[in-house]
């Protein structure tokens, strides 16, 4: 199936510091979404990005799919952002199942 | 409610027992899906539902999983015989197609997730 591969595993950023996290993918795909997994655990909709360039308020999303991969940026980091980012795609030729890279896992200090 | 809702939020149960999860989708969504996240790792697909039917149960780990969606709005996951590697947190997702092209009609939603510990 699909590989997902999420780079760096962890991050430790200062407030208000920029980052960029990596999302590489061994396939194409119709379907790539960005989640923010909450200290509490809840899976957050950051974006549907299967292609192009999306930005909401201080984050943004590329993605270039005939390279297989997708970049997530954080500006201005704030404390509330540290969590699991995880990207997940949903392969062309693998069904309707999301498949999951192994996250992201950013501390944000004060 | 607006978004997904799965009950119960924690289960505890012991070794050999059956156990049913329940998802309230959104409201409208064609598509249910169910994940399993074990700690540290992102979450992997279990089943997914078009409508009342299930239209790919690939990722159900063995026969003592199942599950049902019958009037193609909640849906409910049922283990049998649980064992301690069952151990994990259970997702509910829904999209509001099932469309395998994809379209923006294709994101899926998550709920908060069952806690599930198996003793």
């Known amino acids: 199936g699909i590989q997902v591969e999420q780079s760096p595993p962890d991050l430790i950023l200062q407030e208000g510091a920029n980052s960029t996290l990596r999302c590489n993918f061994s396939?194409?795909?119709?379907?790539l979404q960005w989640f923010h997994q909450n200290p509490w655990g809840q899976l957050i909709n950051l974006f549907y990005?299967?292609?192009g360039t999306k930005q909401n308020g201080r984050l943004s999303a590329t993605t270039v799919a005939t390279e297989r991969y997708s970049l997530l940026y954080i500006s201005s980091s704030q404390t509330t952002d540290s969590g699991v980012y995880f990207c997940?795609?949903?392969?062309?030729?693998?069904?309707?199942?999301?498949?999951f890279g192994g996250g992201t896992r950013v501390l944000v200090k004060p | 409610g607006a978004g997904v809702s799965q009950t119960p939020s924690n289960k505890v149960t012991e070794k050999g027992k059956y156990v049913e999860l329940r998802c309230d989708p959104i409201?409208?969504?064609?598509?249910l899906y169910w994940y399993r996240q074990s700690l540290g790792q992102g979450p992997e697909f279990l089943i997914y539902?078009?409508?009342?039917?299930?239209?790919?149960d690939s990722g159900l780990p063995n026969d003592r999983f199942f599950a049902v969606r019958p009037e193609g709005s909640v849906s409910t996951l049922k283990i049998q015989r649980t064992e301690r590697g069952d151990s994990a947190v259970y997702l509910c997702?829904?999209?509001?197609?099932?469309?395998?092209?994809?379209?923006?009609?294709?994101?899926?939603?998550f709920g908060p997730g069952t806690r599930l510990t198996v003793l």
């Open positions: 997702a829904s999209s509001l197609t099932g469309i395998l092209a994809g379209g923006p009609g294709d994101t899926q939603y």
């Open positions: 396939d194409s795909v119709n379907n």
């Open positions: 997940a795609v949903k392969g062309k030729a693998a069904g309707n199942k999301l498949t």
């Open positions: 539902f078009q409508g009342t039917g299930a239209a790919d």
């Open positions: 409201s409208g969504h064609t598509a």
């Open positions: 990005i299967p292609s």
